[in-house]
């Protein structure tokens, strides 16, 4: 069992997603779970959330329901040069920022384009973990970010959505694959994460531990149960 799930999705993020924080930490507490990471998407993605509401969660209640939450942002990336879809502002205000490509707000490009847009957004010092970049409509350079995130201070995350049988991005298991070999040779921290839209995904990571269960990757590099390292990590902020 793992203790936090540091992607996730509430209402907030539109596109049908209907649970709010409140249900989704019930729920997450329910699940014995210590910590939940509320992530919405940036405002390029349709019906997302506002800068407004980006300014405003900050101040939201950081104990609900006998867990410990955490206010991000799942940003997007718009542009080979990386750049994001909030004002430096705003992302500083937020405990930690996951930075992804999607295809509604970024085309793609080539491997060393979509390599170096990642490269660039992961140099602003809110951003914090890579999202979902097993995607195989963004071919990336797997060892150059790697490096660029060791220097950073970013991880990756493994995403049970792109394993899942209901996922959409294809046929991601190489992918995660090579991500596993580049964070064990750098020693690089990872997370599992849900990507649940709504509270029924939460803390599922069935075929992400799967993954990295039988690739015996380290289980030392992954963050999920090591609260007090993952607070840290992710800029917690007591109110």
Not at 47 to 71: K, M, N
Request: glycine content about 8%; proline content about 5%; some cysteine.
């Amino acid at each position: 069992m793992y203790l936090s799930d540091m992607h996730t999705h509430s209402i907030a993020s539109g596109h049908g997603t209907a649970s709010t924080i409140s249900q989704m930490a019930k729920y997450a507490a329910f699940q014995g779970m210590k910590l939940l990471g509320i992530t919405d998407h940036g405002p390029a993605t349709l019906g997302a959330g506002t800068p407004s509401y980006f300014r405003s969660i900050s101040c939201s209640p950081r104990h609900r329901c006998g867990i410990d939450v955490f206010y991000g942002a799942e940003l997007n990336i718009l542009d080979p040069d990386g750049r994001l879809d909030l004002s430096d502002d705003l992302i500083c205000g937020l405990d930690y920022v996951i930075i992804s490509m999607h295809q509604h707000t970024y085309a793609g490009g080539s491997r060393d384009e979509n390599t170096r847009a990642l490269r660039h957004a992961m140099k602003h010092p809110g951003v914090k973990i890579l999202g979902h970049c097993d995607d195989p409509h963004y071919p990336v350079d797997y060892e150059e970010l790697a490096r660029c995130a060791k220097e950073c201070g970013v991880i990756f995350e493994i995403n049970e959505a792109s394993l899942a049988p209901y996922g959409y991005r294809g046929d991601t298991k190489a992918n995660d694959l090579e991500i596993l070999r580049c964070c064990e040779k750098y020693e690089l921290p990872l997370v599992l994460s849900s990507d649940s839209h709504g509270l029924h995904h939460i803390g599922d990571f069935s075929c992400a531990s799967l993954l990295v269960h039988n690739a015996s990757f380290p289980e030392q590099l992954i963050l999920n149960n090591q609260i007090p390292n993952l607070k840290s990590f992710l800029r917690w902020r007591e109110s």
